[in-house]
């Protein structure tokens, strides 16, 4: 487990607002590791130990489906969390998910 690339991810996935979510894929990208979506994926599935708390649950597939809903408990937690924020999710998939999809790549200044 590299504790560093997955510290990274976190530190990306705490800044993404509420009411807002983003791809597995694109922190990727924004780490300057576009092929490394599913390391991204992975750390997300120690997101629940990381302290201060990652919001997971707004990190989706690069279509919009919440792929990753298995590992929380309940599996509707992810749903019932982003519905919370104002997100719409039918069918397991974020409702205008390009209109609330957040870039890092974008959104990030430094």
Request: no cysteine; hydrophobic share 40%.
């Amino acid at each position: 487990m590299d504790t560093n690339f997955y510290e990274q991810v976190y530190e990306i996935a705490r800044l993404i607002p509420k009411g807002r979510v983003t791809s597995y894929g694109a922190i990727a990208k924004s780490l300057g590791a576009a092929k490394s979506s599913r390391m991204v994926g992975h750390a997300m599935l120690y997101a629940g130990t990381a302290h201060p708390k990652v919001p997971a649950h707004r990190v989706v597939n690069s279509s919009g489906l919440l792929t990753g809903k298995f590992h929380f408990k309940p599996p509707e937690l992810m749903e019932e969390l982003l519905r919370q924020e104002g997100v719409e999710v039918k069918n397991d998939k974020v409702v205008n998910f390009k209109m609330v999809f957040w870039n890092p790549l974008e959104e990030i200044t430094i």
